[in-house]
């Protein structure tokens, strides 16, 4: 996978993280701020820590990798 392909992912996943935060919370009448690049690492953080079915959640849910190994990997594929 390519870095374009990876920042758009990334991007998405934040806008939805984002969209579900302020539907569910009185964020609405709030400023709201959040960087895509700390949502992405803090996910990516869990998967590392967190091993087996829940690792395996987050990576499916983050699209970047399909092992933590891959994930790891430096650079992005």
């Given at each position: 996978?390519?870095?374009?392909?990876?920042?758009?992912?990334q991007?998405?996943?934040a806008?939805?993280?984002?969209k579900?935060?302020?539907?569910?919370?009185?964020?609405?009448?709030?400023?709201?701020?959040?960087?895509?690049?700390?949502?992405n690492?803090?996910l990516?953080?869990?998967?590392?820590?967190?091993?087996?079915?829940?690792?395996?959640?987050?990576?499916?849910?983050?699209?970047?990798?399909?092992?933590?190994?891959?994930l790891n990997?430096?650079?992005?594929?």
């Amino acid at each position: 996978m390519n870095l374009l392909n990876l920042i758009t992912k990334q991007n998405e996943l934040a806008l939805s993280v984002a969209k579900h935060v302020i539907a569910t919370t009185s964020a609405k009448t709030y400023n709201f701020v959040f960087s895509p690049a700390s949502i992405n690492v803090i996910l990516s953080l869990l998967a590392a820590k967190s091993g087996g079915p829940t690792a395996n959640h987050i990576l499916s849910l983050l699209q970047q990798a399909s092992s933590i190994t891959e994930l790891n990997a430096c650079p992005p594929r």
